[in-house]
Nanobody
Framework: QVQLVESGGGLVQTGGSLRLSCTAS????????MGWFRQAPGKEREFVVA????????YYADSVKGRFTISRDNGKNTLYLQMNSLKPEDTALYYC?????????????????????WGQGTQVTVSS
């Protein structure tokens, strides 16, 4: 089991930046593939970005490429999401997710059902 706790959300103006953090407790953090998803009111949860457990492979949604960056500090058991050039359409509840399965294909990283563990979410609101 692993427990995930997100933080760093808030209210920011269009064009601003935020850095989300996801702190993990439980088993060895470095052995997990990690991802960020988001869900806006009235919409389904959507993929944002993911990183393989080795950290070598990164997967980004087209809507955030060039603006968002995922990173991890295994020594601190923490995953980060740096979000720049924020837009009102980025407004959502952002979730951190993890899976210990190491045999993922590329497409699997984009699917919410791939991930076994989820945080409670942190709200990001971008004002226009």
């Amino acid at each position: 089991q692993v427990q995930l706790v997100e933080s760093g959300g808030g209210l920011v103006q269009t064009g601003g930046s935020l850095r989300l953090s996801c702190t993990a407790s439980g088993r060895t953090f470095s052995h997990y593939a990690m991802g960020w998803f988001r869900q806006a009111p009235g919409k389904e949860r959507e993929f944002v970005v993911a990183q393989s457990w080795i950290g070598a492979n990164l997967y980004y949604a087209d809507s955030v490429k060039g603006r968002f960056t995922i990173s991890r500090d295994n020594g601190k058991n923490t995953l980060y999401l740096q979000m720049n050039s924020l837009k009102p359409e980025d407004t959502a509840l952002y979730y951190c997710a993890a899976t210990a399965y190491s045999g993922l294909s590329g497409n699997a990283y984009y699917q919410a059902e791939t991930y076994d563990f989820w945080g409670q979410g942190t709200q990001v609101t971008v004002s226009s």
